[in-house]
T-cell receptor, first 111, second 116 residues
């Protein structure tokens, strides 16, 4: 079945730094979603991408749908303590009914 | 707009017992999903409903798991009998599916199941 890889697996950054993470697939996707999950909560949708090359922002967050359609990137600018959590990507190809989720990137922000 | 509601939030049972989880999707959302999320992993789809019909249950362990959405609104996921490896967070999500090309999913808070 389809699998998504996310990197890095985890990262520790200083408050105020910018963050980049990515998600890659072995197959072409037509939709990418980025979620953040806090401990004990369900994933919260951050950004949805539907076209190759699309660049979408949500506050300090920016995500891009890769040109190859096999990857997506999420950037967080000027990180703050509440950015701590696990970031998941989810993707769907042209034939799939459902979304496949990556294993997540765990972000820690040091004061 | 109210989000996806799930109950209970936590459940502890012994192996071989039965357990049921309830989900009420966002109003008007025709599609409902149940996911299993094991600690340290991303959510894995168990079953997808479109209104009251099953669209995909290929990853549902049907010997012990069952789910229903009888009236096309809220849904129940049951495990009978539970095994130790069923310990996980069970997430419910819903989507409008008005346009397949711009579909997205919204999650509930999840039910954390511990099987002892």
């Amino acid at each position: 079945g389809q699998q998504l890889n996310q990197s890095p697996q985890s990262m520790f950054i200083q408050e105020g730094e910018d963050v980049s993470m990515n998600c890659t697939s072995s197959s072409i996707f037509n939709t990418w979603l980025w979620y953040k999950q806090d401990p004990g909560e369900g994933p919260v949708l951050l950004i949805a991408l539907y076209k190759a090359g699309e660049l979408t922002s949500n506050g300090r967050l920016t995500a891009q749908f890769g040109i190859t359609r096999k990857d997506s990137f999420l950037n967080i600018s000027a990180s703050i303590p509440s950015d701590v959590g696990i970031y998941f990507c989810a993707g769907r190809d042209n034939y799939g009914q459902n979304f496949v989720f990556g294993p997540g990137t765990r972000l820690s922000v040091l004061p | 707009e109210a989000g996806v509601a799930q109950s209970p939030r936590y459940k502890i049972i012994e192996k071989r017992q039965s357990v049921a989880f309830w989900c009420n999707p966002i109003s008007g959302h025709a599609t409902l999903y149940w996911y299993q999320q094991i600690l340290g992993q991303g959510p894995k789809l168990l079953i997808q409903f479109q209104n009251n019909g099953v669209v995909d249950d290929s990853q549902l362990p049907k010997d012990r798991f069952s789910a229903e959405r009888l009236k096309g609104v809220d849904s129940t996921l049951k495990i009978q009998p539970a095994k130790l490896e069923d310990s996980a967070v069970y997430l419910c999500a819903s989507s409008q599916r008005t346009s397949w090309s711009t579909d997205t999913q919204y999650f509930g808070p999840g039910t954390r199941l511990t099987v002892l």
